[in-house]
């Protein structure tokens, strides 16, 4: 089993910047392809990120391309994704998770792919 904890959500003014972090244990983290997914209330959960195994691919969702950026440091067992330029649309519960998909280099924008998620961290955009 894979347990994953999210942190570094908050409040913010449009126009600022928040890095999440997602810690992974319990399992070899470079087996993991990682994932970034939101639910704003009232709304269904929707893809923002996803990273490969190694890091080498990422893809993301269009609304926030050229303003998030997903990283991860295997050494550290983390994924992060660092989000500029944030909009009050922004504003949701953000979910991290993870898809065991050993030597591959995959990215999964189906939250369905991924089998461990995390609590979840809240993200306030103010207008």
């Known amino acids: 089993q894979v347990q994953l904890v999210e942190s570094g959500g908050g409040l913010v003014q449009a126009g600022g910047s928040l890095r999440l972090s997602c810690v992974a244990s319990?399992?070899?983290?470079?087996?993991?392809?990682m994932g970034w997914f939101r639910q704003a209330p009232g709304k269904d959960r929707e893809f923002v990120a996803t990273i490969s195994t190694t890091g080498s691919n990422t893809d993301y969702v269009d609304i926030v391309k050229g303003r998030f950026t997903i990283s991860r440091d295997n050494a550290k067992n983390t994924v992060y994704l660092q989000m500029d330029s944030l909009k009050p649309e922004d504003t949701a519960v953000y979910f991290c998770?993870?898809?065991?998909?050993?030597?591959?280099?995959?990215?999964?924008?189906?939250?369905?792919?991924?089998?461990?998620w995390g609590q979840g961290t809240q993200v306030t955009v103010s207008s």
């Open positions: 319990g399992r070899t983290f470079t087996n993991y392809g």
């Open positions: 998770a993870a898809h065991f998909a050993p030597n591959t280099y995959t990215v999964y924008r189906i939250a369905g792919s991924y089998e461990h």
